[in-house]
């Protein structure tokens, strides 16, 4: 994340931290990714752009359609998301996105990459 944040940005993602908070209110255990989401203090655009690798890659999963992403190209596209991040952007760091992703309904499938 840059370290120059200004007051708009900043009040986007408070907001969407508010909306994540009702939906960890709900549920701690399913809904971890969204603290995980926090307590990195990613911002709108980059929560969107792993909710966008990761539903491609539910879908290559469940629809016989479409061929499944392989861990190196999910692994890749993720980890170029966390380096716009405080988060390292190495394998650990995609398999935790992704343990936490995966207990969430919509991601269940993901767990695919983390047998």
Do not use: C, G
């Amino acid at each position: 994340m840059n370290n120059v944040e200004t007051q708009e940005e900043r009040i986007d993602r408070l907001e969407l931290y508010v909306h994540l908070l009702r939906q960890l209110i709900i549920d701690q255990e399913e809904y971890s990714l969204w603290d995980w989401v926090m307590v990195n203090q990613l911002n709108n655009q980059q929560l969107h752009s792993i909710q966008q690798i990761l539903k491609k890659s539910v879908l290559s999963l469940i629809n016989d359609d479409y061929e499944i992403i392989p861990f190196e190209k999910l692994s890749k596209d993720l980890k170029e998301i966390l380096e716009m991040t405080n988060f390292p952007a190495d394998d650990d760091a995609v398999r935790l996105l992704l343990k936490k992703a995966a207990k969430m309904s919509a991601y269940k499938a993901l767990q695919y990459y983390l047998d």
